[in-house]
């Protein structure tokens, strides 16, 4: 029976070091790839996209926190380099990145279209000039004269004094530089032929459109990769919260079966006989232990229930591992529904705050408003008037309701409401259908006096 229990530790043990460890570590080794080719572009500091040189195709390439540059820098567009690369989930990741080559290569790419294009028109004018007015050039011979005429425009290919113009020149014939002997001629001097170098193929400014389309589905690829890569291997932490009782069980089980030592069974013991007594006494108690019936009892259950079936366990070890993780998973979920009840309640005192507070400053919607039986005006107070026939009121009765005030009454309208005198006036009274006067500054709105059907003010 021991052994089984032992079997039974060690598969936990293993499962909860297969959650830990990461999935590439579970897969063996893979083989890595490489690619050499020209670094095209950098797209953060996540994404470089290398051209192959032996398919003209690029591929896209994720930097990771492991990749390593030889030498220590980042590449440069336009620079050679040998990736090795590890393609994982369908994605190629660099791990070394070597660059071969420092420094842009010499293409054309450097120089931009227009410019190719005008120095193949310059190259191919130079071509029909020679070919047209030089004689062949084994056998030199002086040119004709040229008119007046054509002297405003004479056409003299001189010697380009930049040497890089002249390196990118195709040299298919020894080439004839025209020197002016005097006004009306013209010597055609053969220069030395030189090395021939090669040639400025024409198809290379279309090179230089091709890369183009190449670059543009860079834009549509990368985040649809992105979008691929960035949900890998979240929530992980949340799985692993739910197997720390687990984890924590095992190890004290192993602990004690290793270890020889009885602490922790005698502390689960001690636990699991306080519970029971507790039990028994809860359901002897009356009275006020029916009250702690309600939440005590439930939990009381659970931990004995717990009990009974870890007696089926016959390794001390393994119980007291199993009942620790138990215990922890039910700690757990008392302190999730204790926190969520708390936060129910407080909500619910907040949410009666709020409305009582609102119903204070409204007021009471069942006031009954004053029932004014004429509208005669006697008085101007700060542009208002006062009403002089409620209940035949008069300028002396208004002036003892002031003094219920502290005369800071300002003016009375058709509803009954009093307003203060100050510059901005807010209501500090009320006269009901009855003629009691109120206070309502305070809280709860106070009977300062009464007005009679004779228009007498009277003290409450």
């Known amino acids: 029976m021991r052994l089984k229990h032992f079997w039974a530790m060690g598969l936990f043990l293993v499962y909860g070091i297969f959650l830990l460890s990461p999935a590439e570590s579970l897969a063996g080794e893979e083989k890595y790839l ?244 507790k039990w028994m006494v809860l359901k002897e108690e009356e009275g006020k232990g029916k009250i702690k019936r309600y939440w005590a009892v439930p939990i009381l259950w659970i931990v004995n229930g717990i009990i009974k079936l870890s007696e089926n366990i016959k390794n001390e070890a393994v119980r007291c591992g199993a009942k620790t993780s138990a215990y922890l998973y039910l700690i757990g979920i008392i302190a999730i529904i204790t926190f969520y009840a708390v936060v129910i309640v407080l909500v619910i005192i907040f949410l009666i705050i709020a409305l009582w507070v609102t119903a204070l400053i409204l007021g009471w919607s069942g006031r009954e408003r004053v029932k004014v039986p004429t509208q005669t005006y006697v008085e101007s107070v700060k542009q208002d008037r006062l009403l002089e026939d409620i209940f035949l009121f008069s300028k002396t009765e208004f002036e003892k309701l002031k003094d219920k005030f502290e005369n800071r009454v300002g003016r009375v309208d058709n509803d009954g409401k009093i307003y203060s005198n100050d510059i901005f006036p807010v209501q500090i009274g009320l006269i009901d259908s009855d003629g009691t006067v109120y206070n309502t500054e305070k809280m709860f709105r106070e009977k300062v006096g009464r007005i009679d059907e004779d228009g007498r003010v009277h003290d409450y």
């Open 34 to 277: 490489i690619l050499e080719g020209t670094l095209k572009s950098i797209e953060g500091n996540r994404w470089i996209e290398v051209e192959n040189e032996k398919d003209m195709t690029s591929i896209h390439l994720r930097i990771g926190w492991k990749t390593v540059y030889t030498p220590h820098r980042h590449p440069i567009p336009g620079e050679r380099v040998k990736v090795q690369y590890l393609v994982q989930k369908g994605t190629p990741v660099a791990h070394t990145v070597a660059i071969l080559e420092a420094g842009a290569p010499k293409s054309v790419s450097k120089e931009s279209p227009p410019k190719v294009a005008q120095k193949q028109e310059e190259i191919e004018t130079k071509e029909r000039v020679t070919s047209q007015t030089s004689p062949p050039v084994d056998q030199p011979q002086t040119a004709p004269p040229v008119p007046k005429e054509k002297k405003e425009q004479p056409i003299v290919v001189t010697k380009e004094p930049s040497p890089k113009r002249i390196e990118s020149k195709p040299l298919e014939q020894p080439k004839t530089v025209e020197k002016t002997v005097d006004s009306f001629q013209t010597t055609k001097v053969e220069e030395p032929k030189k090395a021939e170098i090669p040639p400025v193929e024409t198809p290379k400014p279309a090179s230089i459109e091709q890369i183009k389309p190449i670059v543009k589905p860079t834009k549509v690829i990368v985040p649809e990769t992105k979008r691929m890569i960035e949900p890998q291997g979240a929530g992980i932490g949340g799985i692993i919260i739910y197997f720390i009782p687990l984890i924590i069980g095992a190890a004290i089980g192993s602990v004690t079966y290793w270890g020889k030592t009885n602490s922790f069974v005698n502390g689960i013991n001690k636990f699991d006989a306080w519970v029971m007594n």
